[in-house]
């Protein structure tokens, strides 16, 4: 029986050639099953790993008792075909089509490794998931930490998400607090009988423009932070005194911080301000890059450059919430992820790939000189 | 042929009985026009009257040749009824329903002027209007205006609106403007890459929240101004830098000053707190009491108290549009305006009605030693 056999992957040639071939099974967010289906199936070919499957997440992993295990993580959906597909290599070796940047680029290097490195310095665990592209609480990463944390386990990960091959270490946090001011309403034309709430907010606002944001170094790297207001609203009729005002901030903070001190910093700056309640609206941790534990130094030695602050929340803070810590490190430059002329420099994944199995081939640090 | 002959209004009795038949002729806005064919076929019974109609507006004059003339003018709609008709006198002397107080009573105290006053003191313009207490562009009052100024011509004009047997003077403007705040959007991870459009509106909030209002004393009536936010709006998204923010403030102005320099003050306040732009949204001018003119002086004196100033907007002002000076002064208390209680004092409708009539047969000023 051949009818339900998922399309054939063959991972013997390079990461570049196995990604226009990835790119040709469209999996946007939602579709991922035949995708997925054909990771499993390849990853299933090769006997030093055990696979497991939670809907259309395939993880694989060695248990070869290394001292230290590393993930390496990447997504397979994509946002909306544009057009762009099937895939085409032009002749200066840019391949062109929806995901080649973000990130079959990355998966390829990740099946390649999975593939070629039969007896890895560190055990390794590979993640493919599916979901990324859309809603947070879709995202299979996060129904793989909930369901099955013990699958993601690890000393370090590396996500391979588009970072034009820089390191991009940890992610910084964003709260977003809704802070409300109190009044009393009134007729506008009496207005001495009612309290300002707009007017109540000019502390806050003030606060705001004057806040000089911090820039801590974290394992290595500099951080910058920001505080800043994303929304204001308040007011209640053309002629009324308004009762109410609220301004939502939003504070992006290294990792340094927790997610309580974090909350504890924005209610500290505002403390004088008059503000009538604080309101917690959105939550996401930052992430440690980790950068000090053996594995990530020897990953960077290995993959070179400088590694640099990654400001942006990504999925590295999920495993930074299960103890990983993660950077995100890929193929591809991120400015061309989610464009109609998506491309990847087939140079730049197949540096990618060898740096990789370098860092995982190596002999252990402890066996160096 | 009697078949569309109007209810039939009888001016004899007082004016506490004439208000309970205009109270039981419903005049929801828009739908006036039985009680308008009312009024108008009673005040052709009166030889000394000119009558003209507009719509459902109803004008009636004296042309006595006296050197000043007087407008008494009252709005003949209601607020929908409110399970509150017909009326409904009680053992206090109390009359209950829609439109007691705002404002048939009013209403019926112009009409008892016209009927018993055949040879005022000074030539009389009855104005019962339309359309009151709905859209602004509605208003009969401003039809008239725009269509036959003529027939509001006048020195001196009372409105007959609820005003607790007080007189209120002139009223105050009211101009709305929207202050536009500059910015550049960015990514809230990347904050310093942008100019945050809602922080730039801190110096604005700071110089309301300072502000010290006038209290201009204008005809020996002291006004308070107010210079409010009344709305603010600022925010693209949850993680962007946002690019525009908007305040929109609220100037109540005393009759000392016109259009023009109302908002050349609002602009003066925020001359230097970096507003992009200042946008007129709605305005609408301040009244002149009109308290030194010697019709007026002679009304302060026939109906006596301490008149005080109209702090809201009235149909007053678009008597002064007109060059007219014109003041709030009717029974009722305007707290009970717009409610299913609504009602009215029979002793204050005669009162009001006493005293008008003691203005306006009394004699002349100059007559006088």
Redesign the interface.
């Known amino acids: 029986m051949e009818t339900s056999a998922p399309p054939a992957l063959r991972l013997g040639p390079d990461a570049a050639a196995l990604t226009a071939r990835l790119v040709d099974i469209p999996s946007v967010s939602g579709a991922e099953g035949p995708l997925a289906d054909a990771v499993e199936a390849a990853l299933r070919e090769l006997p030093w790993l055990r696979v497991d499957r939670l809907g259309n997440n395939v993880v694989a992993r060695t248990f070869l008792g290394r001292p230290e295990r590393v993930v390496l993580a990447g997504h397979l959906d994509t946002v909306p075909v544009a057009e762009n597909l099937p895939s085409r290599l032009d002749a200066d070796g840019v391949l062109w089509g929806c995901g080649t940047c973000d990130m079959k680029s990355g998966v390829a290097v990740q099946l390649r490794v999975a593939a070629t490195v039969p007896e890895p310095n560190r055990d390794l665990t590979f993640v493919f998931y599916d979901n990324e592209e859309v809603a947070a609480h879709l995202n299979g990463l996060g129904r793989l930490a909930a369901r099955h944390p013990d699958w993601l386990a690890g000393d370090f990960a590396v996500l391979l998400e588009p970072s034009g091959g820089e390191v991009e270490g940890g992610c910084?946090g964003?709260l977003?607090m809704l802070l409300r001011l109190p009044g009393r309403r009134a007729?506008?034309?009496?207005?001495?009988t009612g309290e300002?709430a707009?007017?109540?907010?000019?502390p806050v606002?003030?606060r705001?423009?004057a806040y000089r944001?911090r820039r801590p170094v974290v394992d290595g790297l500099e951080y910058?932070e920001?505080l800043?207001?994303?929304?204001?609203?308040?007011?209640?009729?053309?002629?009324?005194?308004?009762d109410a005002?609220a301004?939502?901030v939003?504070y992006?903070y290294a990792p340094d911080r927790d997610e309580a001190a974090a909350v504890a910093h924005v209610r500290e700056v505002f403390a004088d301000c008059g503000v009538a309640e604080f309101v917690v609206?959105?939550h996401s941790p930052a992430a440690l890059p980790g950068l000090s534990h053996p594995a990530a130094r020897a990953f960077i030695a290995a993959v070179g450059g400088e590694p640099r602050a990654k400001?942006?929340?990504t999925d590295v803070a999920r495993f930074s919430a299960l103890g990983v810590p993660a950077v995100n490190y890929g193929p591809g430059d991120p400015n061309l992820a989610h464009k109609a002329d998506e491309r990847v420099s087939v140079a730049d994944v197949l540096r990618c790939e060898e740096r990789l199995r370098a860092w995982l081939t190596a002999p252990p640090a402890a066996a160096r000189p």
Chains 1, 2 share one sequence.
């Open positions: 910084q964003t977003r007729h506008s034309a009496r207005s001495w300002n707009i007017h109540a907010a000019a606002l003030a705001l423009a944001p910058r920001g800043n207001a994303v929304r204001i609203e308040g007011g209640v009729a053309g002629n009324v005194i308004p005002c301004v939502t939003n992006r609206d959105d400001y942006g929340w």
